[in-house]
């Protein structure tokens, strides 16, 4: 939604030589210290994104980390899945960095709307991340705050990341000590370090854990480390305490759970690195896929396809027997009834929830929701289950009567 544009903008004083090159437009993300707006190139019309950083005399810490993010993003710019920085303008009271527009917006928010990903989606998701952060770490460079709300998509929906504001260049041997990132995407060592001073430093590995995170939760829609109680939560991830059991997980590959594991891995120096993470044979299933032409293998691979069409279509004019009794022990196991169970699900608690035996977690209360189980929800839930069930007897009485044609 477009804010008020002339609320809290930066004065063209202070800030002329910004205001000379660019227009600022609405505001297009918030995040802890600084805002984005959409801006326009005024030579050109051409329009970027601005991130405003606004600190004072007592905030000179805002100020130095902004420069740090400025000098990141320059070092490792010009990549292709790495937001691109086109100008940076300093004030005595305000920092604008600009930089190439993402018009489809966060990652998150497509994966909120999608539920969960395919695995061929999230493998082309996850190999530009992982590219990126192999530029990254080829410069010694770690990100610290690799999530899903810093991972953005352009209008051809590739993948950059951004939000350097963490981000710091290791020298050699260099290890880390300080608190950054956030509670769901951090790693057991960043949080052992943290809460015991005899504890070795972090380094790198604590994007590859990340992007452990990020995989697992495109997969499934849910999280792998998530409990209320953030302390709860800290001991899950610091004993590498997950499953990739439940629904969710049914139909995902071996490969990729493989993947996921060697990512999530509690030991640092056993994790994978960026390289052996694209090693992998999950991203080599592509690959393998276009081989040279043989004249048996593509027969039998006809023969398939004509069979799974007839299997289909036979599944289509016979639907599956649902039984009652079974229905109601477990609703996931019927995928017509899995969405009815999702919609209503979402309309009660206003985000998804996690669909595992346990019922415990759920993705959106990790990046804070509310419940919203007032009587106008009840109301349109009430709606909602009434649709779905006319819904699903039409079809039901669609499919009879095409089969009484047919026979
Ligand atoms: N180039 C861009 N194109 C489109 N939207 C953007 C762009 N850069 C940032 N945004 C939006 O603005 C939000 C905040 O940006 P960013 O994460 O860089 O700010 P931040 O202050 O560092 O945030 P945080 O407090 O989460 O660390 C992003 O999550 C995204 O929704």
């Known amino acids: 939604?477009?804010?008020?544009?002339?609320?809290?903008?930066?004065?063209?004083?202070?800030?002329?030589?910004?205001?000379?090159?660019?227009?600022?437009?609405?505001?297009?993300?918030?995040?802890?210290?600084?805002?984005?707006?959409?801006?326009?190139?005024?030579?050109?019309?051409?329009?970027?994104?601005?991130?405003?950083?606004?600190?004072?005399?007592?905030?000179?810490?805002?100020?130095?980390?902004?420069?740090?993010?400025?000098?990141?993003?320059?070092?490792?710019?010009?990549?292709?899945?790495?937001?691109?920085?086109?100008?940076?303008?300093?004030?005595?009271?305000?920092?604008?960095?600009?930089?190439?527009?993402?018009?489809?917006?966060?990652?998150?928010?497509?994966?909120?709307?999608?539920?969960?990903?395919?695995?061929?989606?999230?493998?082309?998701?996850?190999?530009?991340?992982?590219?990126?952060?192999?530029?990254?770490?080829?410069?010694?460079?770690?990100?610290?705050?690799?999530?899903?709300?810093?991972?953005?998509?352009?209008?051809?929906?590739?993948?950059?990341?951004t939000d350097f504001g963490f981000a710091v260049q290791l020298g050699e041997n260099a290890t880390l000590y300080d608190l950054f990132g956030t509670p769901g995407y951090m790693s057991p060592e960043l949080l052992k370090r943290v809460q015991n001073a005899d504890m070795p430093g972090y380094g790198l590995p604590v994007d590859l854990w990340a992007c452990g995170v990020i995989f697992y939760t495109l997969l499934s829609g849910s999280p792998p480390f998530w409990n209320r109680r953030e302390n709860l939560m800290f001991r899950m991830i610091k004993d590498g305490q997950y499953t990739m059991t439940g629904a969710a997980w049914d139909d995902v590959s071996e490969t990729a759970k493989d993947l996921i594991r060697h990512l999530l891995v509690v030991d640092a120096d056993e994790r994978y690195t960026v390289a052996q993470a694209l090693q992998h044979p999950f991203f080599s299933i592509e690959r393998t896929q276009r081989r040279d032409f043989v004249a048996k293998r593509t027969l039998k691979a006809h023969i398939i396809l004509i069979w799974s069409i007839n299997r289909l279509r036979t599944l289509y004019y016979r639907p599956q027997p649902i039984r009652g009794k079974e229905l109601l022990e477990n609703p996931y196991r019927f995928k017509s009834y899995r969405k009815m169970v999702d919609s209503i699900a979402f309309l009660l608690y206003g985000h998804w929830i996690k669909k595992d035996e346990h019922q415990s977690q759920n993705r959106a209360t990790l990046f804070q929701t509310e419940e919203k189980s007032d009587l106008v929800r009840h109301e349109q839930i009430l709606e909602q289950s009434r649709l779905l069930g006319e819904q699903s007897e039409a079809l039901q009485l669609k499919r009879q009567n095409e089969m009484h044609e047919k026979t």
């Open 1 to 161: 939604m477009a804010l008020d544009i002339d609320d809290n903008l930066p004065d063209r004083e202070t800030a002329g030589q910004f205001y000379q090159k660019y227009e600022l437009k609405e505001v297009i993300g918030e995040g802890l210290s600084s805002v984005v707006r959409k801006c326009i190139e005024k030579g050109t019309g051409k329009e970027f994104a601005c991130k405003i950083i606004e600190f004072n005399d007592d905030n000179q810490e805002l100020r130095d980390a902004s420069l740090t993010e400025i000098r990141i993003l320059k070092l490792v710019g010009g990549h292709p899945n790495i937001i691109d920085v086109v100008a940076s303008f300093e004030t005595p009271t305000y920092v604008f960095i600009v930089m190439e527009l993402c018009h489809n917006g966060e990652l998150f928010d497509y994966l909120t709307t999608v539920v969960r990903l395919s695995e061929k989606r999230t493998r082309q998701i996850m190999s530009s991340i992982f590219n990126a952060v192999n530029h990254l770490h080829s410069h010694r460079v770690v990100h610290r705050d690799l999530k899903l709300e810093n991972i953005l998509m352009d209008s051809n929906m590739n993948i950059k990341i």
